[in-house]
């Protein structure tokens, strides 16, 4: 059996890449979200140093992989263009900051011990994700759905 030049050399770094994520498209893409994610949330939080911070920027990350993997496949349909691509990172984004809310309203009122009725604890829930998403989520949103770009234009090598 004959083999060709061609064939016995090594594709380039980037069509390895493009190929992994065209089979792979739930596992590059969560872990692309959570690994954009986490370093945002790490940089965002450079002044504070304790292990919360560590397991906050470790949530951050785990709820972005987790809807990166959601919407992994619907990234690298046939016919999508950069705007449908930024459209699903965002979505991810958004889908991963009602994914992250429950606990970080949670850790927020942990010392506090009084006794809330269930539409107060609702009512905090809603607040913190107002307030999280005007203060940072938005540059989450934003890197998510860039990153989404990236990918797409990746895989369409």
């Known amino acids: 059996m004959r083999y060709s030049a061609s064939a016995s050399r090594m594709p380039w ?10 089979t792979r498209p739930r596992v590059s893409v969560a872990a692309a979200f959570g690994l954009v994610a986490g370093v945002t949330a790490y940089v965002g939080w450079t002044g504070a140093r304790s292990a919360s911070i560590f397991l906050l920027c470790g949530a951050v990350a785990l709820s972005h992989g987790a809807a990166g993997a959601a919407v992994g496949p619907r990234l690298f349909q046939r016919g ?6 930024f459209a699903t990172g965002a979505r991810a984004s958004l889908i991963a900051l009602a994914l ?3 606990g970080f309203a949670w850790w927020i009122a942990a010392g506090d011990n009084s006794a809330r009725s269930f539409v107060v604890r609702i009512v905090f829930v809603i607040f913190v994700g107002v307030t999280t998403l005007v203060a940072a989520w938005w540059a989450m949103i934003l890197l998510c759905g860039m990153t989404a770009v990236l990918l797409s234009r990746i895989a369409a090598e």
């Not at 770094?13 to 065209?22: E, K, M």
């Not at 999508?80 to 691509?85: G, I, K, S, V």
């Open 80 to 85: 999508n263009n950069a705007r449908r691509a």
């Open 13 to 22: 770094p980037s069509s390895r890449l493009a190929y992994a994520i065209r």
């Open 100 to 102: 992250f809310l429950p």
